[in-house]
């Protein structure tokens, strides 16, 4: 039985799962992704699949478009039985606000199930990609403010700035954590905005140009991976 002071705060619970699925939800995107075309190449399905009427890029839309469908459905079923037990838990849940976290992590699992497909186009073995996929996981949402502001340092050493470069604070505003932050934050209302957005004037710190970042995470990879998977002889 739960024991709760004072009126249960579904803000506070929302707050929590924005940034647990903030980290979890990504690996379930790389899980999904990291094998979809590098374990065709491998097991040699990719090759019979081309002797079917179905061109590479007919392959990769179709691995796309599955586990992202797969991904996306994962996280409503999850959030769709979490919200009948926080109907009767939180007198003051807000459909709406919820509905918009959900949207934002399967949009930003996503990004990472998208990024581990263009790795999987790229590179040679299957083990390859998995290091690179779970490297970048790393990276993007745990490093990569650091490796901005190592950055802006070795850059500056001798001579700091007065005032954080423009491409330094664009920079950390389109990494893919704090993106998503942002985009929860100030189109959802749930908890704040990043240290980058709230100390900042500049014109691009906005909820479109987020998500233009967080899109460009997912197909930027995408392209990448295809022109090479395009030249690798299956």
Avoid: C, H
């Amino acid at each position: 039985m739960l024991l709760y002071v004072g009126e249960p705060n579904f803000e506070g619970y929302v707050v929590l799962v924005k940034a647990g699925a903030g980290l979890l939800v990504p690996l379930a995107g790389i899980v999904l992704g990291y094998g979809a075309v590098i374990g065709a190449r491998e097991s040699g399905t990719a090759v019979l699949s081309l002797s079917l009427p179905l061109s590479r890029a007919d392959i990769l839309f179709g691995k796309l478009v599955s586990r992202t469908v797969l991904l996306v459905t994962a996280v409503v079923v999850a959030a769709v039985g979490t919200a009948l037990g926080m109907l009767v838990t939180y007198p003051s849940f807000d459909s709406l606000q919820y509905a918009g976290l959900v949207a934002g992590v399967a949009g930003y699992g996503a990004v990472f199930l998208w990024l581990s497909v263009g790795l999987s186009m790229a590179l040679s073995t299957a083990r390859r990609v998995i290091a690179a996929a779970f490297g970048a996981y790393v990276g993007l949402t745990l490093f990569w403010n650091v490796l901005v502001t190592l950055t802006v340092q070795i850059l500056f050493r001798f001579q700091p700035p007065q005032q954080p470069e423009s491409w330094a604070t664009f920079s950390t505003f389109i990494g893919p954590f704090t993106a998503y932050n942002y985009v929860l934050g100030e189109v959802a209302g749930i908890g704040g905005v990043p240290p980058v957005a709230a100390t900042s004037s500049a014109g691009f710190i906005s909820p479109a140009v987020a998500v233009l970042g967080l899109a460009g995470w997912a197909v930027l990879p995408v392209a990448a991976g295809y022109v090479s998977f395009r030249r690798i002889d299956l």
